[in-house]
């Protein structure tokens, strides 16, 4: 019996946009770099959370610093 392969996500659950950004996603929407990225982070000026083992820049942070509106 063989086994079917099966995607490991659908491209809907690998897109957390309505929760919030991946690194690779914040900073090409702002025009960073991702070692920019991870500069603020370490300062303070940018917040994560992490879902499982994945940082997420939460969608209120792109509000607060003005690249998206609510």
Known sequence: MSATKHPR?????DEPAWFGYRISEW???????RVTT???V????????YVGP???VPRSEAIRL?????
């Open 54 to 56: 994945t940082p997420i």
């Open 27 to 33: 900073s090409e929407m702002t025009g960073t770099s």
């Open 66 to 70: 003005g690249f998206i509106t609510s």
């Open 38 to 40: 991870w500069r603020n």
């Open 42 to 49: 370490k300062r303070g000026d940018l917040k994560l959370v």
């Open 9 to 13: 996500h659908s491209k809907q659950s």
